[in-house]
């Protein structure tokens, strides 16, 4: 395809300038696309669904990124850790990139304004009344023109959580330096949702008339996703008020280029208002469309092909979902040619990433009593079990956790057991092949390790043919509709300060879906912050506990989207790590020291001499595992800590001299990040 406009790749203003797109076999026509035009390949139907199906595995969440969450953002939060902590939570490991980062970029944002540059002035029609030239039906044509807006605004909200305040570029720019530096100025990230928000918006309009599988966007994706940017937004700009990490707070880089700003609703109290109205609506919109076909959970665990499956558990381990109304957006993989390794990593270890000690105890009892109800977490009181034992752990739970957590003895593995095409399925303590063995805690290898004591069964197919290493096919799930009414609850009780009726339903839904007492008003009555602050980053904003009817919403959030990829998310916008800053956090796993769990292991290989050959933690620092320190040299050796300047990324120091080169002003770093390459954040 010949281009009549450039733009950047890597980096907005790198030196290599984009002069043709690459293309997939699937966007050819009769003509090779290095010699096909514009105006002939974007004149059908078939021709812009060619185009945006290229962009879909490019731009959305998928198992790709995946270290067992299933987007891959669980893992480095208090939910799921691996054997070192996250560089964001060291003061001296992360640092500004020169020129090698592949965040400050812009060819999918090219990509998109490209399509749309082009295709909307051939659409013509009700548009500006011209003749519309794109063969095909009306409605696919506006379908794929609202997908467009969509992934355009889904690469941006990606954009905005990563770096807040962004550059807004709606068509391509011209091969010249001073329009490219001009472009780089960034806007204040309220107004970079605002634009997202307009762009989710032009796409339910225009995606509205057709009917698509959802394994395409649709609608009531674009409604969803509203919700999400409207609410981390809002959430945003209520938990950083005043603080550089808002436009016109105290030390907001932006001052010099915006002087003294003023919020488009006239006050940062107004903006966060119209944010919270329109993640309410956005999320009631889909929240009644679907709540009454939330997939059902039996709450047990299947175990044999004769027994009934669980639909809930199959959701995430099914080659088809198109029979789960719940799913909003899934990606279809089919054997030998688009393939991925989850069933390996969910039958093993995770990928040597576990479920926290904080995590499982944040897992309200059956009867929606909270842990610490119960006795202490070691030996409970007869109701709740203790954690002395996995399976102890998981008895009269919320089944969110007793479905998907593992316990040595239980069946991975069991249909199709002589297909051999699965070489990647467990083997249990007695050599049965597909039974979870104990957790391989002192094992170094990243397929079979355990790093917490703790992995989960989610992403797991119980058919052995789904095993081959790297040949999984198994369905990923993109985008579930329960999110709707999570958001719906959160974002009412922070523009209102109550729970509405509709709310109530809602919370109620979630809740009988997981096999938990409905009463939540009795768990937000026994509700100990103190207690909860032990397990859970999120009982915090700003360094401060937050009320217990909030936090239950938040509790609710975190036990439904286990290992979704929503936390880090949501603990950045919740402001949840200020009280890292001085008490750094020791993340645990299993409690292996004086329990049966420790007779699993022979002696000689816990080893805990805090060399670079300790296998476990030692005793004397807890008697539960600590995956961080075994050894001094591990990142979060002592504990995670935390910097203000670690809420958000730092763009590469190479964008400030090309800027700069430039003659302009237009670019500012984020708050107490330096603009030189390799240091770290200043606070």
Known sequence: MKLKKTYIINAMLATTLVAGLT???????????????????????????????????????????????????????????????????????????????????????????????????????????????????????????????????????????????????????????????????????????????????????????AEMSTTRINKDLAKLLESRVALNEATWLQNFHGTAFVPGGNGWPGTDLYGTYTYPSGSIDNEITYFLDIAVSASKAVAEAYKGSLTVNTGVLQQSEGEAANPYYDMFASEDLSGYPEVLLWQQHARSISTHNINAYAGRGNKQTGLTRGFVQNFLMADGTPVYTHGDYATGDGYYMGDRTIADVRRNRDTRLSVFLKEPGQKDVFIEMDNNEGDNIPTGENGEDGVEPYPLITVGDIERGYSTGYALHKGGSFNRKHYGNGAGYTAEVHFRSAEALLNYMEAYYLRYGTLDQTAREYWTLIRQRAGVDTDFDKTISLTDMGKEAENDWGAYSGGELVDATLYNIRRERRCEYIAEGLRYMDLRRWRSMDQLIHTPCHLEGFHLWNTPMQDWYDSVDLTYDNSTSSTVSSPDKSEYLRPFEKNPTQWGYNGCTWRMAHYLYPIMAKQFQLVESAGLSTLYQNPYWPTTADMTAEQ
Not at 35 to 55: C, G, W
């Open 23 to 209: 293309a997939c076999d699937n966007f050819l026509d009769k003509e090779p696309m290095s010699t096909v035009s514009p105006e002939v390949y974007f004149s059908s139907e078939s021709q812009l669904q060619a185009y945006l199906d290229d962009e879909y595995p490019n731009i959305l969440p998928n198992y790709g990124n995946w270290n067992y969450g299933v987007f891959g953002q669980d893992s480095g939060t208090d939910n799921q850790i691996g054997i070192n902590a996250a560089t964001r939570y060291t003061t001296d490991q992360w640092k500004v990139d020169h020129s090698e980062s592949s965040n400050w970029n812009f060819e999918r944002i090219y990509r998109m304004n490209y399509f749309l540059t082009e295709v909307l002035p051939k659409f013509g029609g009700s548009l500006n009344g011209s003749e519309n030239t794109i063969s095909g039906s009306v409605s696919g044509i506006k379908h794929y023109i609202g997908e467009a807006y969509f992934l355009r605004a889904y690469i941006y909200f990606t954009k905005e959580l990563l770096f807040g305040d962004f550059p807004i570029i709606k068509e391509p720019l011209n091969n010249d330096m001073q329009e490219l530096a001009e472009a780089s100025r960034r806007f204040p990230r309220n107004e970079v949702a605002r634009f997202i928000i307009q762009d989710l918006d032009s796409a339910y309009l225009y995606m509205s008339d």
